[in-house]
């Protein structure tokens, strides 16, 4: 995710490395196996920093900024460095830790008082270790910020609104909305935003000049890698996606040569220069195990040398060869990074790509590391493609089954236009079906917008018009009257099915005499209720006690529209039962399955 703007100390910059250097034991041939693996991988440009102890042994860049061009990549190229943010926000809690404004273990609620879970539980007990190590018991989520322009607090309000997939504290689940959280909560206690507390705590004391936590920081700037991603097997330019309303999570940008500072702060255990910026103790708790991490087959058979895995705070923390390695990936928007430190060798290495999701980062990173120790060499590349094939085929099979599936034949419930609508989530948000040129299209937020196809019965595939999005299935639900309910959005969930805006046109005009005859006040025995109906400037008024008024539309004499405040749903009426020129009674009609509510004239 994204980058950030600092002071350069003397004593921090990083010494540049020739290029004779770069090539001496034990990293001789390096160069030869990136460029190849680059060429695997369709990975454009690619930048890396290797620190050992407390010097640079290694910085370079490969490839270009943009494919097709002759930009090179340097060691001064901005990547997004993605979810890496996260050890960042974790070291800010921990400064603040030191200096007794938060503790690990204090709730979150004691800096975010207005933060709310599904569970009430979960909120009164979630701490601020917590919010750093994946154990909240949510799934991700992760639409709600991505695909929409709601700010840090609004997300944080919705997420009252996720369930819970899993127990509090009973397994780990990756979570970047409580990362935010945590940023959040070191902003309340700074008194300013996330964004200025680590550019003045870690950005600028560490000299890292080149680092910004916003695309908005991109456009005067010069020596930018452009996103790209594989599409239909073809290497495409993607944009850079604005996600500083998860910063915390994942919006920093940054070079190699800024990163080799961090990398060397975290060896050092929160020192620079020989300055303390953090204790050993504090910057220690996020180096520490927190919670087991799951090894998936596909791990095991790429890396048989690693057989624990766990999450520290911003830090994957696993044994590789007898050692330990702390690293934390990064995706997002066409970028993949990679940032690693392994402490009992005092090795720290920083990959950054210009990649969708690429391996490439981990693929380098594991080269060098093996190169380092002194380990035999491992050809990770071709570890890695084993299983992207194996994944391929698995998910061409499943693609294959899905139009096995799919019903010939078959059509719609409705006509196309009984489906357009607005469909909403406590959560996500609003999603919108319209109905044009005989075609059903589907929108979403901020990058959702495709036509849809109809696929069988009422479920429907989406194409979306940004091509990185892919394809979704949209299968929409009746109600027993036959009208649309709600639509299951692949990826979003249940989103129900606002109701129509009531019709607020004068089928008739009564006259004032007429209309005169039907106010006074009527009641209910069942329920116990009295209303009042009054003709106020010409229009007749419906007043409920403790509801907003509503406006009676006349449909015919007798028959009239409830009308009332903004998103009112349509289907209310009033129909009267006269008789000699009098009312003798009125009924209240509600949509089903509310029940209709009849009246009488107080005597």
């Not at 003045?200 to 936590?213: K, Q």
């Not at 009042?532 to 509503?550: C, I, N, R």
Request: aromatic fraction near 8%.
């Amino acid at each position: 995710m994204r980058a950030i703007v600092a002071l350069v100390l003397a004593a921090t910059l990083v010494a540049p490395v020739a290029p004779a250097e770069a090539q001496k034991a034990p990293l001789s041939g390096f160069d030869a196996y990136v460029t190849i693996a680059m060429q695997v991988w369709k990975v454009p440009g690619l930048a890396i920093a290797i620190v050992k102890g407390d010097s640079v042994v290694f910085i370079k860049g490969y490839g270009t900024r943009t494919m097709s061009t002759q930009q090179p990549v340097d060691d001064h190229t901005l990547f997004a460095i993605g979810s890496a943010s996260k050890a960042f926000t974790a070291t800010l809690v921990a400064m603040y830790v030191d200096e007794g404004k938060m503790r690990w273990d204090a709730p979150a609620t004691e800096f975010l008082p207005s933060l709310e879970m599904y569970d009430p539980y979960v909120a009164r007990e979630l701490t601020v270790r917590d919010l750093l190590t994946h154990r909240s018991g949510l799934a991700r989520g992760d639409l709600m910020w991505y695909a929409t322009n709601y700010d840090r607090d609004e997300i944080l309000r919705r997420v009252r609104f996720l369930r819970p997939s899993w127990s509090m504290r009973s397994r780990y689940g990756y979570q970047n909305i409580m990362y935010l959280a945590a940023g959040q909560a070191v902003a309340k206690v700074a008194g300013r935003s996330w964004d200025d507390v680590v550019r003045d705590r870690i950005f600028t004391p560490l000299g890292m000049s080149e680092t910004n936590t916003s695309t908005l920081a991109l456009a005067r700037l010069q020596n930018v890698a452009t996103p790209h991603g594989e599409i239909d097997d073809t290497l495409r330019i993607l944009p850079w996606h604005n996600i500083d309303n998860i910063a915390p999570a994942g919006s920093i940008n940054s070079s190699v040569h800024d990163m080799a500072k961090w990398v060397k702060f975290q060896l050092a255990q929160g020192k620079v220069a020989g300055k303390s910026l953090v204790s050993p103790s504090a910057i220690g708790e996020t180096h520490s195990p927190q919670v087991v991490t799951p090894i998936s087959a596909d791990a095991k058979q790429i890396n048989p040398f690693t057989h624990l895995g766990s999450y520290g705070m911003g830090w994957m923390i696993q044994d590789y060869r007898g050692r330990e390695i702390r690293h934390h990936g990064g995706n997002i928007d066409g970028m993949s990074a990679m940032v690693s430190l392994v402490p009992e060798e005092k090795i720290g290495i920083v990959v950054l790509t210009n990649a969708n999701g690429s391996p490439l980062p981990s693929i380098t990173m594991y080269r060098a590391i093996d190169a380092l120790i002194g380990a035999p060499p491992r050809d990770w590349s071709a570890e890695y493609l084993k299983v992207r094939n194996k994944n391929l085929a698995l998910a061409k099979e499943t693609e294959t089954k899905r139009l096995a599936q799919r019903v010939s034949g078959t059509r719609p419930s409705l006509a196309l236009e009984k489906y357009a609508g607005t469909y909403a989530d406590s959560m996500y948000g609003e999603a919108m079906i319209v109905a044009e040129n005989g075609k059903l299209r589907a929108m979403y937020g901020t990058v959702f917008d495709g036509e849809l196809e109809h696929w069988h019965f009422d479920t429907f595939r989406a194409t979306w018009k940004a091509k990185n999005m892919g394809r979704s299935m949209l299968t929409f639900a009746l109600d027993s009257d036959g009208k649309i309910r709600g639509v299951e959005f692949e990826g979003l969930g249940t989103m129900n099915r606002r109701p129509d805006a009531p019709d607020t046109t004068h089928r008739i005009v009564l006259a004032s005499s007429d209309a005169a005859k039907l106010t006074g006040t009527f009641v209910s025995q069942t329920p116990a209720l009295s209303i009042e109906v009054a003709l106020v400037d010409g229009s007749l008024k419906l007043t409920v006690p403790g509801q907003p008024t509503y406006t009676l539309l006349a449909d015919s004499p007798t028959r009239f529209r409830m009308t009332g405040p903004p998103g009112m749903p349509a289907g209310f009426f009033v129909e009267y039962e006269m008789g000699g020129g009098a009312v003798k009674g009125l009924k209240i009609l509600q949509p089903t399955p509310r029940p209709t509510l009849t009246f009488e004239p107080k005597k």
